[in-house]
């Protein structure tokens, strides 16, 4: 209004109100924890205040019909708060329905159902109207009717009440139940069985399983008592405690409402059933533990753990003992072993010295009668050879002779018993001489014989362990030997490897052989000639005369040219034996030019036919495969009069002679 402009100076009429102040608003939007409270309480109560109204209002309209009424008392039955609760509630209080059908509490539906057909008979109110004629009758007899309808009318409720299981079973449970557990003052003057039996027996009622299993006394067997007891530890309750429920269920006025009154009412049930369960289980732990049969059975298992335990106790002290005794009698025995021994070598030490002491007085006692009778006629030195190797029985055998030849002679000075007593010592002496040279000879011979029996057992094993060589394994041998130079590590194991039929041991001692050319030698003889008798005849007079320089050079040259060997050696062989010997030339470089050292140290010598022919042998019994030194040096030996170095020019001449006559033949 501040902001508006001044009024129009012209403007005279009186004061009009175009707007007035209006009040200040805002939008809430409705959130929290009390407003979901409140919307998720059911709103019965509002809806029961309005249903109370509208049948306030019911009642004071007297303009309704008489079929509006009952149709309104019909839906305010349904409506009525607490239907199947009220009636639960009414029955429980009143008097008990099984009396009304005369009936017990474990008949089954069919027995209520007779039951309640008979009784409608007797009390049904129509049967009763024919009964008495349809007179009309003073008070008395209408006391005595209505009695008889609230009868009937009671007889209804019990069988509507018994007739349902679930009703029924919401009924039983809410029957008045005798729930306490004895105590422990209640066994002190009463017996276990006595005491616990009938409140088995008196919740056995709630058990869904049956037979229920007995109690039973102090002789039944404990395979029915853990039967008994696993039945209760497990024990299953149909007892319903709806009676407790804060809700009725036919009070609900929509789906959200009626469910929200199940779970609140299954929370109560769930409590009561809880508290329940804990009872039953205290009263089967409190039966348990007090048990005589269970204690009993207990104290069986324990005495018999103990007696088990004191078995083993005793079977382990009595190992100890037994082995204690084993070690005591095992040092029993070898201090009596001991002391035995100590006894008897005493007693061959005894037995020693008295036979030393013995000895001693036979060989002094012979001493004696050698320096009485005979120490010029028995030498000295033998006499004391005699004396320490003499046996005791020896010396008592000579001195019994001395003496008997003093007796024969009239005494000790007897003439001639010097000469005697010398004979007798001189022949014991010669008997020990003879039996000791006799002794000598046998070890002597006895040696001997070992020696060549050791020899002979060394030759054979080496023997045995010695095989022929085959070409193709000196080949082998000789390619291990340039792939493997000294110095290699497991050298000769390697070699071996690459023979595979050889032992190092093998290896080596054939390569001491040919390393000292003996075995290179007489190699050959052991290779198969056919071959180079073959070669000949098919090369006959096809080798001529080559005066070329051989080639000095030691390398792998001569190794690959082992191929034409005997071809050249054949070669030579023919021209020497056609035009007798001849000379060789120097050996030349590679490109064609003479080498002036090789020619110097080289010099040009005469072949004979049996030089040229021993040549030839030794080439073929000394195949390339060998070592080049080791082949060269074993040829060298088998031709007479000629070196390796002369063998060799001569070998590379014959071989020059083949390859120019190959280059002029193509």
């Known amino acids: 209004m501040l902001c508006l402009p001044p009024p129009d100076p012209s403007f005279t009429e009186g004061s009009a109100v175009y707007l007035s102040v209006c009040t200040a608003t805002r939008c809430l939007e409705n959130a929290g924890r009390a407003f979901f409270e409140v919307h998720d309480r059911p709103l019965c109560e509002a809806k029961r205040r309005k249903s109370r109204e509208e049948d306030r209002d019911d009642d004071d309209d007297e303009g309704s019909n008489d079929d509006a009424q009952e ?17 639960l509630h009414r029955v429980v209080d009143g008097p008990n329905l099984y009396r009304i059908l005369e009936v017990s509490e474990g ?41 008889l309808k609230m009868k009937f009318l009671q007889l209804q409720e019990a069988y509507e009440v018994l007739s349902d299981p679930d009703m029924r079973r919401a009924y039983d449970s809410a029957l008045p139940f005798d729930d306490e557990i004895p105590g422990a003052r209640d066994f002190v003057s009463a017996d276990f069985f006595d005491v616990l039996r009938p409140v088995f027996e008196r919740n056995a009622k709630w058990s869904t399983r049956r037979p229920v299993p007995s109690l039973g006394d102090s002789s039944t067997d404990m395979k029915l008592v853990r039967r008994f007891y696993d039945f209760w530890y497990e024990f299953d309750s149909w007892r319903d405690f709806s009676i407790h429920d804060e809700f009725d269920l036919n009070d609900a006025e929509f789906r959200e409402e009626r469910r929200w009154m199940e779970r609140q009412n299954a929370k109560i049930r769930k409590k009561y059933e809880k508290e329940d369960k804990q009872r039953i289980q205290k009263l089967v732990e409190l039966a348990y533990s007090r048990d005589p049969r269970i204690l009993a059975e207990k104290e069986a298992a324990r005495k018999k753990r103990q007696d088990e335990k004191d078995a083993r106790r005793r079977a382990i002290e009595e190992e100890k003992e037994k082995v204690r005794k084993a070690e005591e009698e095992k040092r029993r025995l070898e201090h009596e072993e001991r002391l035995r021994r100590e006894e008897q070598e005493k007693a061959e030490r005894d037995k020693r010295k008295a036979e030393k002491e013995h000895l001693k007085q036979w060989r002094q006692r012979l001493r004696k009668y050698n320096s009485t009778y005979s120490e010029q006629l028995v030498d000295v030195v033998r006499f004391g050879d005699l004396v320490p190797h003499l046996a005791l029985d020896k010396i008592q055998q000579l001195c019994d002779a001395i003496e008997r030849a003093i007796e024969e002679r009239g005494g000790e000075h007897a003439q001639g018993l010097g000469e005697c007593v010398g004979g007798l010592i001189n022949a014991e002496i010669d ?14 011979q006895k040696a001997i014989q070992q020696e060549a029996q050791r020899k002979a057992a060394e030759e054979a094993r080496r023997a045995a362990q010695k095989s022929d060589w085959t070409p193709d394994e000196l080949s082998m041998l000789a390619k291990g030997l340039q792939k493997h130079p000294g110095g290699t590590a497991r050298r000769w194991q390697l070699i071996a490897a690459m023979i595979g039929t050889k032992t190092p041991e093998e290896v080596i001692e054939k390569t001491k052989e040919m390393s000292q050319g003996q075995t290179l030698k007489s190699m050959g003889s052991k290779l198969d000639q056919v071959a180079f008798n073959q070669f000949m005849q098919h090369n006959k007079g096809a080798f001529k005369k080559i ?12 190794t690959t040219a082992a191929a034409p060997s005997a071809s050249a050696s054949s070669s030579s062989a023919s021209v020497n034996g056609a035009s007798g010997p001849s000379q060789a030339a120097p050996p030349t470089q590679a490109d064609g030019k003479q080498a002036p050292a090789a020619a110097e140290s080289a010099p040009a010598a005469e072949w004979t036919a049996d030089q040229q022919q021993a040549l030839e042998r030794a080439l073929s019994k000394h195949p390339s495969s060998i070592d080049v030194n080791e ?17 060799l020019a001569r070998f590379k001449e014959i071989r020059e002679a083949l390859l120019a006559k190959k280059k002029g033949g193509g």
């Open 547 to 558: 005066e070329a320089p051989a080639d000095q050079r030691l390398d792998d040259d001569t």
């Open 631 to 647: 082949r060269w040096t074993a040829i060298a030996a088998d031709v007479p009069g000629k070196n390796k170095k002369e063998c």
């Open 431 to 444: 008997v020990m001489m003879e039996e000791r040279q006799r002794e000598e000879d046998a070890k002597r």
């Open 71 to 87: 149709e309104d008392s019909w839906k305010k039955k349904k409506r009525q708060p607490g239907g199947c609760k009220d009636l």
């Open 107 to 147: 008949c089954t539906s069919e027995d209520v159902r007779k039951a309640y057909r008979r009784l409608a008979l007797v009390y049904h109110p129509d049967k009763n109207r024919a009964d008495s004629g349809g007179g009309d009758g003073d008070e008395g007899e209408g006391d005595a009717a209505e009695e």
